[in-house]
T-cell receptor, first 116, second 111 residues
Framework: SAVISQKPSRDICQRGTSLTIQCQVD?????MFWYRQQPGQSLTLIAT?????????ESGFVIDKFPISRPNLTFSTLTVSNMSPEDSSIYLC?????????????FGPGTRLTVL | DAKTTQPPSMDCAEGRAANLPCNHS???????VYWYRQIHSQGPQYIIH???NNETNEMASLIITEDRKSSTLILPHATLRDTAVYYC????????????FGQGTILTVHP
């Protein structure tokens, strides 16, 4: 299985600031995704991180608020911009390893964000 | 919105089989049934998936009805470490890779 790390694991930020979350995988993967899990809620897909091109966002999420980069097949970043307390959530990246395991998705440990 | 329906919570005694049901009456022909679980404060963990045949792996068994409108995840010998939220998800096909999580079933395994 793919081993995924996220940095930071948690952070407390002030309103109006931005935070960039990193997702690193130990092997090349075909697909990478970013999810949000609000307190007490289930996971919601934010976007698909596309290597070398703009991310594909789900309804309700926009690039200006959640810019995403994916410069190669093992790394992606998610930025939460101009944060408000409503952005307090756990942010998780996930990957689909690719050939032979295309129906399995692996999740990182998450980044717990608190906005004051 | 999630396309599956699961009971909000279930209990199971340690060592017994846990049978978690899921209704997915609107599943399309090329969509899979996926099961994931989320142990407290961790990212979700893939358990198993199937299209129309029953499946078994080292973690669990998946029973899919012939009409594909419902399925059951079976943990044959539940342990305390299996206490988690279990998510049944339809996906694949044209929405390959995208997982739409519902509220899941909170499974509590008791000693």
């Amino acid at each position: 299985s793919a081993v995924i790390s996220q940095k930071p694991s948690r952070d407390i930020c002030q309103r109006g600031t931005s935070l960039t979350i990193q997702c690193q995988v130990d092997s090349q993967v075909t697909m990478m995704f970013w999810y949000r899990q609000q307190p007490g809620q289930s996971l919601t897909l934010i976007a698909t991180a596309n290597q070398g091109s703009e991310a594909t966002y789900e309804s309700g999420f926009v690039i200006d608020k959640f810019p995403i980069s994916r410069p190669n097949l093992t790394f992606s970043t998610l930025t939460v911009s101009n944060m408000s307390p409503e952005d307090s959530s756990i942010y998780l990246c996930s990957v689909v390893p690719g050939q032979g395991r295309r129906n399995e998705q692996f999740f990182g440990p998450g980044t717990r964000l608190t906005v004051l | 919105d999630a396309k599956t329906t699961q009971p909000p919570s279930m209990d199971c005694a340690e060592g017994r089989a846990a049978n978690l049901p899921c209704n997915h009456s609107t599943i399309s022909g090329n969509e899979y049934v996926y099961w994931y679980r989320q142990i407290h404060s961790q990212g979700p963990q893939y358990i198993i998936h199937g299209l129309k045949n029953n499946e078994t792996n080292e973690m669990a068994s998946l029973i899919i009805t012939e009409d594909r409108k419902s399925s059951t995840l079976i943990l044959p010998h539940a342990t305390l470490r299996d206490t988690a939220v279990y998510y049944c998800i339809n996906g694949g096909g044209t929405s390959y890779g995208k997982l739409t999580f519902g509220q899941g079933t909170i499974l509590t395994v008791h000693p």
